[in-house]
């Protein structure tokens, strides 16, 4: 018997996933990204709830600054985004697949309860209304 297709973020989402803090040197944050295959990645405190956003946007631009000038990477917390478009577990994939074309970010935190629980990437949304239509 096929299994049966997702239907919630909480049976798509990245349970593991990479996670930065406000301390995070950008040089560090970037380094992760790529061994993570991420644009982007969210800000935790020290009790992981989510406090903000970084994304390879946000730390071009003072990436390439602080190489020019040949200062040390600003940290996470200088460049981060603290206003940051996140998801619960239960909420349905269709309706992320809905606001994912307004809104544009490629990752999503999902949190329960303030705290970050994993995130869901536009591909993992993709990848499950097709295994959607396929069932």
Known sequence: MPSKAPTTVREIMSRDCYRVSGKTSVTTLVEGLGLHRLPGAPVVDEHDRLI???????????????AYLDDEPPLVRELMRDEVLSVT??????????????????????TEQGRLVGIVTRRDVLSALLRMRHS
């Open 89 to 110: 577990p239960n909420k349905s994939i269709t309706d992320l697949a809905q606001e994912m074309m307004e809104a544009k970010p490629k990752v999503y935190p999902v």
């Open 52 to 66: 903000g956003f970084i994304s390879e946007q946000d730390v071009l631009g003072k990436l390439l600054e602080s």
